[in-house]
Antibody, heavy 121, light 107 residues
């Protein structure tokens, strides 16, 4: 059974840092791209960042570029999101999601339960 | 960046109704369009990928159509468990933009 479990969320002051983790199990982690998606309270989904299976390709939303860093450790079946210079508008539930490609079309087929990040003084 | 819009933003419907949600991309995305369902407090769930392919395990009352810039998600006969928010997502570019969502609630 595919499982994605996020951790590392919490309360942080503006300007602070936080590192999120996503532990994967039930599939060959090193064969899939991975993604972070966030959802501010009462708002819609916002794609944050993606990383390819071997970390060769990394992409960020403009809203987090230069402040967030995505990484992965295939030996530990883990995905990370280092978040620096946090702002109030980064407050959200952060989900990790597996990227799956079929016939050239990519979709996010498995999602974790999410971890809440609150940026407030 | 590719922008996604959805209409309506919300709708009220009854069990058994046929429901159609529209998603529009700011440029042609071929069939690189996914649909997700999200219930309150839960993670999103993939329903449709590549505009019209049904994800395994998803009931056949869900269907997707469209290509280019205009897409639709149809629920042929709304069931109680279908009351949720639905999001489209483009996967044409490497910035996987989501639409703003359509909330389906009980009339």
């Amino acid at each position: 059974e595919v499982q994605l479990v996020e951790s590392g969320g919490g309360l942080v002051k503006p300007g602070g840092s936080l590192r999120l983790s996503c532990a994967a199990s039930g599939f060959t982690f090193s064969s899939y791209s991975m993604n972070w998606v966030r959802q501010a309270p009462g708002k819609g989904l916002e794609w944050v960042s993606s990383i390819s299976s071997s970390s060769s390709y990394i992409y960020y939303a403009d809203s987090v570029k230069g402040r967030f860093t995505i990484s992965r450790d295939n030996a530990k079946n883990s995905l990370y999101l280092q978040m620096n210079s946090l702002r109030a508008e980064d407050t959200a539930v952060y989900y990790c999601a597996r990227g799956f490609v079929r016939s050239g079309y990519e979709q996010f087929d498995y999602w974790g339960q999410g971890t809440l990040v609150t940026v407030s003084s | 960046d590719i922008q996604m819009t959805q209409s309506p933003s919300s709708l009220s419907a009854s069990v058994g109704d046929r429901v159609t949600i529209t998603c529009r991309a700011s440029q042609s995305i071929s069939s690189y369009l996914n649909w997700y369902q999200q219930k309150p407090g839960k993670a999103p769930k993939l329903l449709i990928y590549a505009a019209s392919s049904l994800q395994s395990g998803v009931p056949s009352r869900f269907s997707g159509s469209g290509s280019g810039t205009d897409f639709t998600l149809t629920i042929s006969s709304l069931q109680p468990e279908d009351f949720a928010t639905y999001y489209c997502q483009q996967s044409y570019s490497t910035t996987f933009t989501f639409g703003p969502g359509t909330k389906v609630d009980i009339k």
